[in-house]
């Protein structure tokens, strides 16, 4: 887990997790908690900004492309 930490006491950390695998909820959340500490009082700490930035892309040739491959890529990036 990265930590930084900024000039007005704001700090943030990135979780790198595969959303495709349903028990990356759970590490997601654990790092969260792991972060505030164990006794995060949620009235002084709050998750103000939450990012998903995922993506995939296809490299196959478009008349290989199978509504499946499309699904999987749109579902995900979308």
């Known amino acids: 887990m990265k930590v930084q930490n900024f000039s007005n006491g704001s ?20 790092k969260i908690a792991d972060f505030g500490g164990p ?16 993506g995939i892309e296809l490299v196959k040739c478009l008349g290989s492309t199978t509504p499946e491959d499309f699904e999987s890529v749109y579902n995900l990036n979308v």
Request: hydrophobic residues 50%; aromatic residues 2%; proline residues 3%.
């Open 39 to 54: 006794k995060l009082d949620t009235s002084k700490h709050t998750i103000d900004i939450l990012v998903n930035d995922a």
């Open 11 to 30: 700090r943030a950390i990135v979780v790198r997790a595969d959303l495709w695998i349903p028990s990356s909820v759970d590490l997601i959340v654990g």
